[in-house]
Nanobody, 124 residues
Framework: QVQLVESGGGSVQAGGSLTLSCAVSGIDYISRLGWFRQAPGKEREGVAALYIATGVTNYADSVKGRFTIAQDNAKSTLDLKMNSLRPDDTAMYYC??????????????????WGQGTQVTVSS
């Protein structure tokens, strides 16, 4: 059974940091993993993506230089380190996995499997 379980969300003041983790299991093959977020009343948007075989990453412009996506092989998780958080980073954050290489890695349509999400709230 495919499972993606996010953790690490919480409330933080602007300028603070959080690290989200996603534990992935039950998937035979993964080409890429991604983090997405969805704020109330807004569409789900891609935040960061990682190609497993090459380690190549891609980030949304809004988080470049502040967020880092990385695999933690010791814990078998996909992490999203978030620094210099801003109130507009407030959203439910989801991790996703895909066995494919086609498509834009920052689009939700490129992913088949999703976690349930973890809430991040940044106060000013």
């Amino acid at each position: 059974q495919v499972q993606l379980v996010e953790s690490g969300g919480g409330s933080v003041q602007a300028g603070g940091s959080l690290t989200l983790s996603c534990a992935v299991s039950g998937i035979d093959y993964i080409s890429r993993l991604g983090w997405f977020r969805q704020a109330p009343g807004k569409e789900r948007e891609g935040v960061a993506a990682l190609y497993i075989a090459t380690g190549v990453t891609n980030y949304a412009d809004s988080v470049k230089g502040r967020f880092t996506i990385a695999q933690d092989n010791a814990k078998s998780t996909l992490d999203l380190k978030m620094n210099s958080l801003r109130p507009d980073d407030t959203a439910m954050y989801y991790c996703a996995a895909s066995p494919y290489y086609a498509g834009d890695e920052l689009l939700p349509s490129a992913y088949d499997n999703w976690g349930q999400g973890t809430q991040v709230t940044v106060s000013s």
